[in-house]
């Protein structure tokens, strides 16, 4: 952005860098430091929290301490580990201590920890092109499990490469890395070697306020970075600015006054070389991730007052600078709506997205989707192109914040719209149970209220049983200003079971084999689902065997088949057979036994005048008291208990009746006689009688 400033014969523009201060990763880091505190956790952060002395005093005021190693943490303090990241080592040692843990390690170098992690185990090894004493490379090389070299130029690396060139190589960046010393780098790896990755790993917002600062420069009379001494992205920033022009780096904007001589002299020379055909001075402004938004507000007061003081007066109808530096701000606004690369999904809550803008988008994961059950990276994948909507432009700090949830609300709300015209089914997840009904989610990621009286379950169910559930539902009511919708999965299966009743009714016939769900009982009989409509199974028509109610033989859930016994299209009646014919055991009875067998039964009751026996499953037959035994009973007991086993003869079976007559006392009459002929004829045919005993038997 420019403003200026202008007498009779001098004009200056003062610009700064559309990207410049806290980027995303340091604004959170800090932003979690304070929230911590006014929480009241007492709160150590592993390092500096961000590089610079002004924040980090104001934090130590309201109570944070700075610690350089876990081993110095007090019990129950909460531990920030901040942007830079910290090794795998360290974590371990978290883990072990116990004290509470916030990581607000930034996403974009977590993703290097990542990448480090998974070259490192797929056998390359890495080369980090950083600054070795740097936290942030110490905590990357911590997540290597083989061997891990960090070179710091393109110079060291050509040193690694002709001392000995790793056959499987990946090469990744520190995240504040110099983007035109790593492209030198690109250039000095041998382009034929057979298994190299390269990961550009250097942040987008180093990158921006790298290319801002280096285009800014190129255009600048002279620069002034502001950034804490140790700010490893401002000393980039100073680097690339030095490159071009005149610069000094400042860590407070106060120092600028004890400059103000030395930045004048260099203005004075600036406009006062031969060559020059422009009139008009130009001075660039800069900082560091880590530099607050009111310490670039400080420097551009500060410079106009050195310029004006120093060098000339600005007319009073010159454009404002502050104006300026607004519009410029607003490049990007609240309400846009834009398309972005995800760039990297972090953990379970946020999305970083590349607007190809100077800022860094991110998507925290409510604005992402209403489905709360989901994580970032089922929805979304790095390289996706998204739609979405601003809405919050944070210029000071270098990011945007953005929305995919409410574009695709809003592309879902004319769907709902559409669907209620039309009477449409739509789809959705089943996402929470709320005060009176349920939220869905459609497909399109908008949310529709469910009453319980449209859930399709009975008034007393309880709703949880549809959490996470995929249902189908109608929308029967629109709040177009308001954005809402209500839905009604009932309606859907109401018109679902009048379609298969019409079905059912246009096609069956007696005799058609179903395989059903049992959805209920009665004392009478068994409700079978016949795919959305009911018949019944009578209690008769479930067992060959004689029952006393549907239960004895199945149970609510049950799936089992039946067939069509009779239907009734006018009452809409459906009786149903589930015992089959063929399993009838009275005709597999005749089928195979008749009269004079002789066979084993098992006493299954006792009455006054007899015994009833089991033959076959389901075939009982009677044995009178006078059959029981040769000798005369007086009392079935005294002869047969139920349980016992005996050897019957079939003496008559009454087919239409159904009735079967027993005898064990014919049946001991015909083994007798059996047993007598046998025995005679073992006499009469043995060839093996001694001739001893045939004299005896002489
Ligand atoms: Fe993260 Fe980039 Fe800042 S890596 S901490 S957003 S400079």
Redesign the pocket.
């Given at each position: 952005m420019r403003g200026g400033g202008a007498v009779s014969a001098i004009r200056y523009t003062l610009t700064t860098a559309k990207s410049a201060g806290f980027?995303?990763?340091?604004d959170r880091?800090v932003k979690l430091v304070y929230e911590a505190l006014s929480a009241g956790k007492q709160v150590a952060t592993l390092g500096p929290v961000v590089h610079n002395d002004a924040v980090v005093g104001d934090l130590l005021e309201k109570g944070a301490r700075i610690i350089s190693q876990v081993s110095e943490l007090r019990e129950g303090e909460t531990l920030i580990i901040r942007?830079?990241g910290v090794s795998r080592a360290v974590y371990e040692e978290l883990r072990q201590r116990g004290n509470p843990v916030i990581d607000a390690t930034?996403?974009?170098?977590e993703r290097i920890h990542r990448i480090v992690e998974e070259q490192s185990a797929a056998g390359r090894e890495v080369f980090i092109a950083g600054d070795p004493d740097h936290p942030e490379v110490q905590g990357i090389v911590g997540f290597g499990t083989g061997n891990c070299t960090v070179f710091r130029d393109e110079t060291e690396l050509k040193y690694l490469i002709d001392r000995t060139l790793p056959k499987r190589l990946a090469l990744t960046a520190q995240?504040?890395y110099n983007k035109i010393s790593w492209a030198d780098c690109i250039k000095a790896l041998p382009a034929d070697h057979p298994d190299l990755q390269i990961f550009d790993t250097i942040?987008?917002?180093?990158a921006a306020r790298q290319s801002d600062a280096d285009a800014l420069s190129r255009e600048s009379d002279l620069m002034i970075v502001a950034g804490g001494r140790h700010s490893s992205?401002t000393l980039k920033l100073v680097d690339v600015c030095r490159r071009n022009c005149p610069t000094w780096h400042i860590d407070d904007a106060r120092e600028m006054f004890g400059l103000a001589d030395e930045i004048s002299a260099a203005a004075r020379e600036a406009l006062a070389k031969p060559q020059r055909s422009d009139p008009v001075l130009h001075i660039g402004i800069t900082a560091g991730?880590s530099t607050p938004a009111h310490i670039i507000k400080e420097v551009q007061t500060y410079m106009s007052e050195i310029i004006d003081t120093n060098i000339t007066t600005p007319d009073s109808e010159d454009v404002s600078f502050v104006d300026e530096l607004e519009k410029t701000f607003k490049k990007i606004r609240k309400g846009d709506r834009v398309k972005g690369i995800v760039a990297s999904i972090s953990g379970n809550s946020e999305v970083m997205v590349d607007l190809g803008a100077k800022q860094?988008g991110y998507i925290t994961l409510s604005e992402l989707t209403s489905d709360t059950s989901k994580k970032p990276s089922d929805l979304v994948a790095v390289g996706d192109e998204l739609d979405l909507v601003v809405i919050q432009v944070n210029d000071a700090e270098g990011t945007v914040q953005l929305s995919k949830r409410r574009v695709d609300e809003m592309i879902g709300f004319e769907t709902i719209l559409k669907a209620k015209e039309e009477g449409t089914v739509l789809e959705g997840t089943i996402v929470s149970v709320v005060k009176g009904g349920l939220i869905a989610v459609t497909t399109d990621g908008v949310n529709v209220f469910i009453p319980a009286s449209h859930s399709g379950l009975r008034r007393d169910a309880d709703l949880n049983v549809l959490l996470k559930q995929t249902v189908r539902f109608k929308i029967i009511d629109v709040n177009e200003q308001r954005r809402r919708a209500v839905g009604s999965i009932r309606e859907v299966a109401d018109a679902d079971r009048k379609a298969a009743e019409e079905r059912f009714w246009a096609t069956a016939k007696v005799g058609d084999v179903f395989t059903g769900e049992v959805k209920s009982l009665t004392n009478y009989g068994a409700f079978v689902d016949l795919g959305g409509i009911d018949g019944m199974v009578h209690v008769s028509e479930l067992s060959w065997s004689r029952i006393h109610q549907p239960s004895d033989v199945v149970a609510v859930g049950d799936t089992i088949e039946v067939y069509i016994k009779a239907l009734n299209p006018e009452t809409r009646r459906i009786s149903l057979g589930h015992r089959r014919p063929e399993d009838n055991p009275w005709v597999k009875f005749v089928q195979n036994y008749a009269v004079g067998d002789i066979v084993d039964a098992t006493i299954v009751s006792i009455t006054a005048f007899g015994a009833f026996a089991r033959i076959t499953d389901g075939i009982d037959g009677l044995i009178h008291i006078s059959q029981l035994s040769e000798q005369r009973v007086t009392n079935v007991k005294d002869v047969v208990k139920a349980g016992d086993t005996v050897t019957v003869k079939i003496t008559a079976i009454d087919e239409e009746k159904k009735r079967i007559s027993l005898s064990i006392r014919a049946a001991l009459e015909e083994l007798g006689t059996e047993n007598a002929e046998t025995e005679s004829e073992e006499v009469v045919y043995s060839d093996e009688t001694p001739a001893d005993d045939a004299s005896d038997a002489e």
């Amino acid at each position: 952005m420019r403003g200026g400033g202008a007498v009779s014969a001098i004009r200056y523009t003062l610009t700064t860098a559309k990207s410049a201060g806290f980027c995303f990763g340091v604004d959170r880091a800090v932003k979690l430091v304070y929230e911590a505190l006014s929480a009241g956790k007492q709160v150590a952060t592993l390092g500096p929290v961000v590089h610079n002395d002004a924040v980090v005093g104001d934090l130590l005021e309201k109570g944070a301490r700075i610690i350089s190693q876990v081993s110095e943490l007090r019990e129950g303090e909460t531990l920030i580990i901040r942007a830079h990241g910290v090794s795998r080592a360290v974590y371990e040692e978290l883990r072990q201590r116990g004290n509470p843990v916030i990581d607000a390690t930034c996403p974009f170098v977590e993703r290097i920890h990542r990448i480090v992690e998974e070259q490192s185990a797929a056998g390359r090894e890495v080369f980090i092109a950083g600054d070795p004493d740097h936290p942030e490379v110490q905590g990357i090389v911590g997540f290597g499990t083989g061997n891990c070299t960090v070179f710091r130029d393109e110079t060291e690396l050509k040193y690694l490469i002709d001392r000995t060139l790793p056959k499987r190589l990946a090469l990744t960046a520190q995240t504040t890395y110099n983007k035109i010393s790593w492209a030198d780098c690109i250039k000095a790896l041998p382009a034929d070697h057979p298994d190299l990755q390269i990961f550009d790993t250097i942040c987008n917002a180093t990158a921006a306020r790298q290319s801002d600062a280096d285009a800014l420069s190129r255009e600048s009379d002279l620069m002034i970075v502001a950034g804490g001494r140790h700010s490893s992205n401002t000393l980039k920033l100073v680097d690339v600015c030095r490159r071009n022009c005149p610069t000094w780096h400042i860590d407070d904007a106060r120092e600028m006054f004890g400059l103000a001589d030395e930045i004048s002299a260099a203005a004075r020379e600036a406009l006062a070389k031969p060559q020059r055909s422009d009139p008009v001075l130009h001075i660039g402004i800069t900082a560091g991730a880590s530099t607050p938004a009111h310490i670039i507000k400080e420097v551009q007061t500060y410079m106009s007052e050195i310029i004006d003081t120093n060098i000339t007066t600005p007319d009073s109808e010159d454009v404002s600078f502050v104006d300026e530096l607004e519009k410029t701000f607003k490049k990007i606004r609240k309400g846009d709506r834009v398309k972005g690369i995800v760039a990297s999904i972090s953990g379970n809550s946020e999305v970083m997205v590349d607007l190809g803008a100077k800022q860094t988008g991110y998507i925290t994961l409510s604005e992402l989707t209403s489905d709360t059950s989901k994580k970032p990276s089922d929805l979304v994948a790095v390289g996706d192109e998204l739609d979405l909507v601003v809405i919050q432009v944070n210029d000071a700090e270098g990011t945007v914040q953005l929305s995919k949830r409410r574009v695709d609300e809003m592309i879902g709300f004319e769907t709902i719209l559409k669907a209620k015209e039309e009477g449409t089914v739509l789809e959705g997840t089943i996402v929470s149970v709320v005060k009176g009904g349920l939220i869905a989610v459609t497909t399109d990621g908008v949310n529709v209220f469910i009453p319980a009286s449209h859930s399709g379950l009975r008034r007393d169910a309880d709703l949880n049983v549809l959490l996470k559930q995929t249902v189908r539902f109608k929308i029967i009511d629109v709040n177009e200003q308001r954005r809402r919708a209500v839905g009604s999965i009932r309606e859907v299966a109401d018109a679902d079971r009048k379609a298969a009743e019409e079905r059912f009714w246009a096609t069956a016939k007696v005799g058609d084999v179903f395989t059903g769900e049992v959805k209920s009982l009665t004392n009478y009989g068994a409700f079978v689902d016949l795919g959305g409509i009911d018949g019944m199974v009578h209690v008769s028509e479930l067992s060959w065997s004689r029952i006393h109610q549907p239960s004895d033989v199945v149970a609510v859930g049950d799936t089992i088949e039946v067939y069509i016994k009779a239907l009734n299209p006018e009452t809409r009646r459906i009786s149903l057979g589930h015992r089959r014919p063929e399993d009838n055991p009275w005709v597999k009875f005749v089928q195979n036994y008749a009269v004079g067998d002789i066979v084993d039964a098992t006493i299954v009751s006792i009455t006054a005048f007899g015994a009833f026996a089991r033959i076959t499953d389901g075939i009982d037959g009677l044995i009178h008291i006078s059959q029981l035994s040769e000798q005369r009973v007086t009392n079935v007991k005294d002869v047969v208990k139920a349980g016992d086993t005996v050897t019957v003869k079939i003496t008559a079976i009454d087919e239409e009746k159904k009735r079967i007559s027993l005898s064990i006392r014919a049946a001991l009459e015909e083994l007798g006689t059996e047993n007598a002929e046998t025995e005679s004829e073992e006499v009469v045919y043995s060839d093996e009688t001694p001739a001893d005993d045939a004299s005896d038997a002489e």
